[in-house]
């Protein structure tokens, strides 16, 4: 597979404020690629770099094989974008704006109508409101309908369903769905981890204007810890002092509870086949656990003055609260 | 408003059953004119301050330009005709023309326009321009009334306003001239407050009536556009004929006659209508939603015609609408000054005296000299189109409407020319209507038809320097796009020369600052083609600047 998007080492500063700061992001041509990190990470900047919108200090970044800031336009033809925070001119009616970008990004080629008006329909948009009329939701609607009416090999979506209704969010996942199976590539940036776990087939994490961590998530998922919790015939004992295994809570009648690292799964499992299982549930890291395992310790310092919940401790806490 | 029915009526009702609601109404009106003062803290004192050195400097001026009583009997005599007073104010100033009386007679209604100005924008970016971006929600969800931005922001203009009354009145009794005194200086700082209000209450009406702060001020800035040529047109006329004048609250400043007569009593009516409009005001704003305009939004095309899709198509309807508005503004300004061009003539044919000095300016007729005076005022309006038109991209593109467009295949450069063409085209387009407006009616109201031709050819002889003015914003816009208010600049330059540098006699080199200054004083003087064609190669080299310099920045995005 070639790379649709390949991005090395990128910078970026706003004066005083590092938006870049050494970012890397691989997104294979036909797959969905989540872009995860905190409001501020520079997940908007990256892909305002990769629209030639915005110029990079520094750094290497290519896009279907061009540069994104010398062949913009060239690039612009073949892609399509959703920003998360959509404007629409307050004369022009939704309609109309698909129209526009539609006709402007095809440089030449026909609008597919049906397909656009099938869209239309599917996200229950009224085409002749006025862009001032639209709630937030349904300008999200207007540019969502405008990128996947084109045929774009390539979709950059920034977190496109903020603001839309969870029926909304479910029509979404379709269209996606049916992109992707028509062989589109997908860079789909989001706060909406269930969108992303279920959508996405290989997810990078940024922090701070760089990548932590990127692969599929059964990758991430052999990383990070699995919550066990058993019931036992004999109250297990002894866990603690296993390698990779943190968080050990006994409760009453037989029950425990604990994280094991992914490397170290065998060996717990082998440990409470000891004390004879009754029943066990193990949850995978969830992609929320995935996220915290990387923002945590920012999580901590600022929540520093809660005094009771030690670090690891409150990070068993929401995984179990799932 | 929940008034209970009858209490609005009644007259016996107890306080205690009325005051609260009025009190619920303008709950919060305190606090809010505290947050106005704080955010217009550099604003307001610039303006202020401005308007006051201005006048204060323009004081000085007079003294040693026109020492000796000759030289102001001189210039009174200059004055003294249509062309003088159209500019000026009424004739009565001239019976006995003192430093007082020259400075009521020319500067007040040129500062009565600023101050209008001042009191509008003030009045927009309190209220509508609140409610457009969504902060007058937020603000209005907590403890304020339904009528405290209106009222705050009412109150706000209105301290601006008294400052520059007390300001003037104090700087120019102290100034030390004997014909300004105090009496008349009180009187000449609060005409200008009293029209500040006026147009504080005009915009507080038409904030109500569309839902864009831009269009609101527009509206606005269209009364007191009207209120000045209806004043002009009416001073034209000379003693007798100036009966448009009192349709206008300029016409009303001017005729309390500061340091001449010093009425008091045309400040009344101003108070009057500040007081009718303000009212207006608040009434409209019950009728309508929060956010909403008067007329209610209406449903559109569901598909975009095929030149609305093209980026010049689309320019264009984004333009549409300011276009038509200025397009309509100048025809009828054009047509309002032509008709006062015969009785121009008429009036000035039985003077020999002035029909020479006239001549001596450079004027083949009277009518002709006149006209090229009202050219500037035309071509101002229009650069203040072109200027409009020209930061556009800029507001698209603060606004995050620039975003998705230049994610498709459009060019950075085709989508910034394609505002730049509509705004040049457009200016353009102005011009002609104005020079047609104007040239119809003067034809018609001095019996030459040849004045049509002559007149539509020397509004359009301004061309070129529209194409600088928008060329420079676009230069501006692309190497410099926080600083591309400075634009504005130009226009500003061009009407404080072309008008003021006339009565003022501003040096050459002043004059010649202006891309406006070089253009040749159609129809009186000949035209020469080398200076609209070098400000033609400078407007291409500064668009061909500023398209340069769009393309290697940085968007700016939300």
Known sequence: MTKAISIAGLHKSFGRTRALDGLDLGVETGEVHGFLGPNGAGKSTTIRVLLGLLRADSGAARMLGKDPWHDAVELHRRLAYVPGDVELWPGLTGGEAIDLLSRLRGGGRALDKRRRDELIERFDLDPTKKGRAYSKGNRQKVAIVAALASDAELLLLDEPTAGLDPLMEVVFQDVIFEAKAAGKTVLLSSHILAQVEKLCDRVSIIRLGRTVQSGTLSEMRHLTRTTIEAETERPATGLDALPGVHDVRTEEGGRVRFAVDGAHLDGAVRALTGFGIRSLVSHPPTLEELMLRHYGDELASNAANAANAANSGSRGGRGEAR | ?558
């Open chain 2, 1 to 558: 408003m929940t008034t209970a029915p009858g209490t609005g009526t009644s007259h016996h009702s107890p306080s205690s059953t009325r005051t609260p609601t009025r009190t619920r109404a303008l709950a919060g009106v305190g606090a809010l004119v505290r947050f106005g003062l704080r955010r217009d803290r550099v604003r307001l004192p610039v303006w202020i301050l401005a308007l006051f050195a201005g006048t204060l400097a323009t004081a000085g001026n007079y003294r040693t330009l026109y020492a000796d009583p000759e030289d102001r009997a001189s210039i009174a005599t200059t004055m003294n005709s249509p062309a003088g007073l159209a500019m000026t104010g009424p004739r009565h100033y001239l019976d006995d023309y003192t430093f007082g009386a020259m400075l009521g007679h020319q500067m007040l209604g040129f500062t009565a326009v600023l101050v209008g100005l001042m009191s509008v924008l003030t009045v927009t970016r309190h209220t509508r321009a609140e409610e457009e971006t969504g902060r007058a929600e937020l603000v209005r969800s907590t403890a304020v009334g339904r009528h405290a931005h209106l009222a705050a922001a009412l109150i706000v203009a209105a301290l601006a306003n008294l400052a520059l009354a007390l300001l003037l009145a104090l700087g120019l009794s102290g100034l030390g001239v004997g014909s300004v005194d105090t009496g008349g200086s009180l009187l000449y700082g609060f005409a200008h407050a009293a029209v500040g209000l006026v147009f504080a209450g005009t915009a507080a009406v038409t904030v109500q009536i569309t839902a864009h702060a831009r269009g609101a001020s527009g509206m606005a800035l269209a009364v007191i556009g009207a209120a000045y040529v209806l004043r002009a047109a009416g001073d034209a006329g000379g003693d007798g004929g100036d009966a448009l004048s009192w349709l206008s609250p300029i016409g009303w400043a001017q005729r309390t006659y500061a340091y001449v007569d010093d009425r008091v009593w045309p400040l009344l009516l101003c108070l009057a209508l500040a007081v009718l409009t303000a009212a207006a005001g608040f009434a409209l704003s019950t009728r309508r939603d929060v956010g909403a305009g008067l007329r209610a939004a209406r449903l559109g095309n569901a598909a975009a015609s095929g030149a609305l899709s093209r980026p010049l198509g689309f320019a264009l309807r984004l333009h549409r609408g300011m276009l038509l508005g200025f397009g309509a503004g100048l025809l009828l300004m054009g047509a309002m000054y032509g008709s006062i061009l015969g009785d121009a003539e008429d009036m000035l044919k039985n003077i020999e005296q002035i029909q020479e000095a006239i001549e001596e300016i450079g004027g083949a007729t009277v009518a002709e000299s006149f006209a090229s005076i009202v050219m500037i005022v035309i071509s101002v309006v229009a650069a203040v189109y072109a200027v409009m038109a020209a930061l556009r991209p800029r507001s698209e593109e603060t606004a995050g409407r620039a975003e998705p467009l230049l994610a498709t295949g459009l060019s950075r450069a085709r989508w910034a020319g394609s505002h730049l063409a509509v705004a040049t085209a457009g200016g353009t387009a102005l011009l002609l209507a104005a020079g047609i407006g104007f040239g119809a009616s003067g034809a018609a109201s001095t019996g030459d038809g040849a004045l049509f031709g002559k007149l539509t050819v020397a509004a359009l002889a301004y061309a070129p320097a529209l194409w600088v003015t928008s060329g420079l914003t676009l230069a501006l816009f692309g190497w410099f796009p926080r600083a591309v208010a400075a634009a504005w600049i130009v226009p500003v330059y061009a009407f404080v020369v072309g008008y003021l540098g006339q009565l003022l006699q501003f040096p050459d080199w002043m004059n010649n600052l202006s891309p406006f200054g070089h253009i040749p004083r159609l129809p009186a003087a000949e035209f020469d083609w080398t200076p609209p064609v070098l400000l033609t190669l400078l407007a291409a080299g500064l668009v061909w600047l500023g398209l340069a310099g769009f393309r290697r920045r940085d968007l700016e995005t939300k």
